[in-house]
């Protein structure tokens, strides 16, 4: 059996860096190459330590959210992927430390990295900032020169519904949105909205009328619905920024007496754990929350251990889930008499 002299000389290393390369040291510091130079040589003249296990750094990972634990349980997709990146902390091995929603720089010297979900302010990401330590935002970008981020692909998504309502005869399709008021103040647009507007206008459908924006909840999805089922030309489809405003529709629609889907369809976006159980069961559009909680651990971590200076955003793709709550419009008939001759 090779000893780690001869791996020493092989590689050109000492033999005290050969064993601290072996036995995983994370104080040792030497360049990648030394390292490589140093297993090959180990490969090569077949040297095994018994029961070597590569020891992984136990990070500590800060969680940043930026709404309060009331507002996620009236809209529960920060919730979804703030639960799915806490799992995979654990999982994993690291330290969750819950950030305050008033960031100091004291927080920094908790931290290896930072983990941000929901909508930030200029002033907030500026907070980020100076805490000197790699960030991964989750549905947001935050400074996409600086930080990772892990988004849904909207464009993509709100077409793949447009589509559908389209394909089903639908022309008169109302959008019900949300938007928020960051900590400085400013308005943040709902990002569906423009994508939908574009679309409809290509099309030749678009209808000023048929936008109404409030917030995310379901007391705006019913509020919202009862304006488009007063309109003189009710829409025949209504598309949904999130579940929660599906929500509030369905009731907006049972109350005036209509049923869904015969009467009005709706469509839904998150595919959150409700919406199957809705009645009719909600189509909506699945995010895979999970998925985009793990994975942006996943990149935050590996950003930490490798230094890596360059920024990535990732953008996930959704999927339609076609349930029960849209049907074909009716095609109106022509009733024809037949006189005789």
């Known amino acids: 059996m ?18 601290r390369v072996l036995n995983f040291d994370d104080t040792l510091n030497v360049q990648d190459e030394t390292k490589r130079r140093v297993f090959e040589a180990a490969d090569r003249l077949e ?19 930026s709404y309060s634990p009331e507002e996620e349980l009236e809209d529960t997709f920060y919730l979804s992927l703030r639960i799915a990146a806490e799992k ?28 941000c979900l929901g909508t930030f302010s200029e002033s ?8 000197d330590r790699p960030a991964v935002f989750i549905d947001a970008k935050g400074d996409q020169e600086l930080f990772d981020s892990v988004v ?41 909205m423009p994508i939908y507007c574009s679309y409809m206008e290509k099309k030749g459908f678009l209808h000023e009328d048929y936008i109404r924006i409030g917030g995310f909840t379901p007391k705006y999805g019913y509020q919202l619905g009862k304006e488009l089922l007063a309109l003189k030309e009710r ?8 579940d929660s405003l599906a929500v509030g529709c369905y009731k907006a629609i049972q109350e005036a007496g209509l049923q869904i889907p015969e009467d009005i369809s709706v469509v839904g976006f998150n595919d ?28 935050l971590s590996e950003r930490i251990s490798t230094n890596r200076e360059t920024s990535m955003c990732i953008a996930v793709s959704a999927r339609l889930v076609i349930r029960e709550s849209v049907s074909k419009v009716k095609q109106k008939t022509e009733i024809r008499i037949d006189r005789g001759r």
């Not at 090779?2 to 064993?19: L, N, Q, Y």
């Not at 330590?49 to 990972?61: E, P």
């Not at 907030?124 to 805490?131: A, N, S």
């Open 2 to 19: 090779a000893t780690i002299r001869e791996i020493a000389e092989m590689a050109g290393v000492s033999v005290t860096t050969v064993s």
């Open 47 to 65: 040297y095994h330590i018994k029961d070597r296990k590569k020891r992984k750094k136990k990070l500590k990972l800060g969680i940043f959210c």
């Open 88 to 115: 995979k902390i654990e999982r994993e091995g690291f330290q969750k430390i819950q950030i305050g929603r008033e960031i100091c720089p004291e927080d920094a010297a908790k931290i290896d990295g930072i983990i």
């Open 124 to 131: 907030t990401v500026q907070k980020i900032r100076d805490l």
């Open 152 to 192: 849904v692909n909207l464009t993509h998504s709100v077409k793949k519904v447009l589509d559908y309502l389209v394909e089903e005869g639908h022309e008169r399709i109302a959008f019900i949105g949300g938007s928020d008021i960051d900590s400085d103040g400013k308005e943040l647009e709902d990002a569906r």
């Open 235 to 242: 829409p025949t489809a209504i598309f949904c920024a999130n």
């Open 272 to 299: 959150s754990s409700m919406a199957k159980y809705l009645v009719p069961p909600l189509t909506t559009v699945h995010i895979p929350m999970n998925f985009m909680g793990e994975r942006a651990v996943e990149v």
